[in-house]
């Protein structure tokens, strides 16, 4: 992707570290920095309704795809593995409300739904490592859900189903069909 393009689609977005009461200064100038040379930039009170945003749209589509060995395009055509992708969805949102990230769940759908639209016949990046015989970054997306989840006190069985599942095709790697 070149400059240009990138300009004119993404948006970088910077939050306040973990240590800091509030956002610095600091953290404002960079994002004006970045925005005058032609990388959009925006300094956010709090990035992790950013960071569940973007959880909320590869964490069911990534997963789904791997496990089915298919695309962006082919799992949302699918109206079975979209019931599926949607409850991965849902329970996201559910699990990033129970940690206090107010996640507007019909405004990330769109945008999730726009995104997966867009990229069309796209193999994930998990995809690939499945079809390649890979280590995915499963634990990372459901196992994570599944755990956080579960400290908050929200069930997450379609996350915690597919993850299992994902850990049970990476398990079979070393053997032929």
Request: proline letters at 5%; glycine letters at 6%.
């Amino acid at each position: 992707m070149s400059l240009a393009t990138a300009a004119r689609t993404s948006i970088t977005h910077l939050g306040h570290p973990r240590s800091a009461a509030q956002l610095p200064d600091g953290v404002r100038t960079i994002a004006a920095t970045l925005t005058e040379a032609g990388l959009p930039a925006e300094a956010l009170d709090s990035a992790d309704v950013v960071i569940w945003t973007k959880l909320a749209l590869a964490g069911p589509m990534g997963p789904v795809t791997a496990l089915l060995r298919r695309t962006v395009a082919d799992v949302i055509s699918n109206e079975h593995a979209l019931a599926l992708v949607t409850e991965m969805f849902d329970e996201i949102v559910a699990v990033g409300h129970a940690t206090a990230v107010p996640l507007q769940r019909d405004g990330a759908w769109a945008h999730a739904e726009e995104t997966w639209r867009a990229v069309g016949p796209h193999t994930t990046s998990m995809a690939a490592d499945v079809l390649a015989r890979r280590r995915t970054e499963i634990d990372a997306f459901c196992g994570e859900v599944a755990r956080i989840g579960a400290a908050a006190g929200v069930q997450t069985p379609v996350n915690r189903a597919v993850w299992q599942a994902l850990k049970a095709v990476e398990a079979t790697y070393d053997r032929a069909l």
